[in-house]
C-alpha cells in the first residue's frame, strides 16, 4: 500500500529564516505530487505541482520555492520566511492516471 | 476566476441527517471531490463525483449537478466521530495546462450534539 510522509511535524521558525520541508512517498512509482498551504480561516490553496523529476509548475507567485530531485521525493522551501507563511503545509500524491489525491500528515508552520 | 462556495459551519443532531452543500465557479471543470478534515489533521477522500447523479457509499452520499454548478454531501445516522470540517473541491485543469489540480471551498464545520 502508499504511504505518504511529511517532516517535520511542527516548526517554529523567525521571520527572515529559511525553510526546507520535505515529502517523501512509498509504495507508489512516478505519482504526481503537490504542496497546499492552510492558513486560519481559509481554504487549502494549491501551491505547487509536480509531474516528475525536475518537472515543477507553480499555482501562484510568493516566496516559496519547490524541487523534486526524486521520483517520490518533493520538497518546500524558502530562503527568507514572512509572517504571512505562517500556515499547515500539505503534502499530497495522486496517481499518474488518477485523479484522487491523497494527503499526508502535513507540516504546521509557526513564523515568528 | 474560481469561486467555490459552502456554508461555514453546521450543527445537527446525533442519528440525525445532515446535507452539507457546495457551489461552484470555476474555468474548467473535471470533477468534485468531498474530503473530511478533523481538526489538526490531514483531510482525508470521502467521495469523487464526474457525472450527474448520487453516488452512495456507506453512510455518505455525494450528489453533482454540473448544469447548475452544484454538489451535495449527505451524511446519514450522524455519529459524533462526524464532528469535522468537510472540504469540497473543484477537480479542473491546471492553469499553466498539461495536468490537474485541486481547488477547494473554505470547508464546512460540522458540530454532531448529542
Known amino acids: 500500500s502508499q504511504t505518504i510522509h511529511q517532516w517535520p511535524a511542527t516548526l517554529v521558525q523567525p521571520v527572515g529564516s529559511p525553510l526546507s520541508l520535505e515529502c517523501t512517498v512509498e509504495?507508489?512509482?512516478?505519482?504526481?505530487l503537490y504542496w497546499y498551504r492552510q492558513a486560519a480561516g481559509r481554504g487549502l490553496q494549491l501551491l505547487f505541482y509536480?509531474?516528475?523529476?525536475?518537472?515543477i509548475s507553480s499555482e501562484v507567485p510568493q516566496n516559496l520555492s519547490a524541487s523534486r530531485p526524486q521520483d517520490r521525493q518533493f520538497i518546500l522551501s524558502s530562503k527568507k520566511l514572512l509572517l504571512s507563511d505562517s500556515g499547515f503545509y500539505l503534502c499530497?500524491?495522486?496517481?499518474?492516471?488518477?485523479?484522487?489525491?491523497?494527503f499526508g500528515p502535513g507540516t504546521r508552520l509557526l513564523v515568528l | 476566476g474560481q469561486n467555490i462556495d459552502q456554508p461555514t459551519e453546521m450543527t445537527a443532531t446525533e442519528g440525525a441527517i445532515v446535507q452539507i452543500n457546495c457551489t461552484y465557479q470555476?474555468?474548467?471543470?473535471?470533477?468534485l471531490f468531498w474530503y473530511q478534515q478533523h481538526a489538526g489533521e490531514a483531510p482525508t477522500f470521502l467521495s469523487y463525483?464526474?457525472?450527474?447523479g448520487l453516488e452512495e457509499k456507506g453512510r455518505f452520499s455525494s450528489f453533482l449537478s454540473r448544469s447548475k454548478g452544484y454538489s451535495y454531501l449527505l451524511l446519514k445516522e450522524l455519529q459524533m466521530k462526524d464532528s469535522a470540517s468537510y472540504l469540497c473541491?473543484?477537480?479542473?485543469?491546471?492553469?499553466?495546462?498539461?495536468?490537474?489540480?485541486?481547488?477547494f471551498g473554505k470547508g464546512t464545520h460540522l458540530i454532531i450534539q448529542p
Open positions: 463525483n464526474v457525472l450527474d
Open positions: 509504495g507508489t512509482s512516478n505519482p504526481n
Open positions: 473541491a473543484v477537480f479542473r485543469a491546471w492553469s499553466g495546462g498539461g495536468a490537474d489540480g485541486l481547488t
Open positions: 499530497a500524491w495522486s496517481s499518474s492516471l488518477g485523479e484522487t489525491q491523497y
Open positions: 470555476t474555468s474548467g471543470f473535471n470533477g
Open positions: 509536480s509531474v516528475g523529476i525536475g518537472q
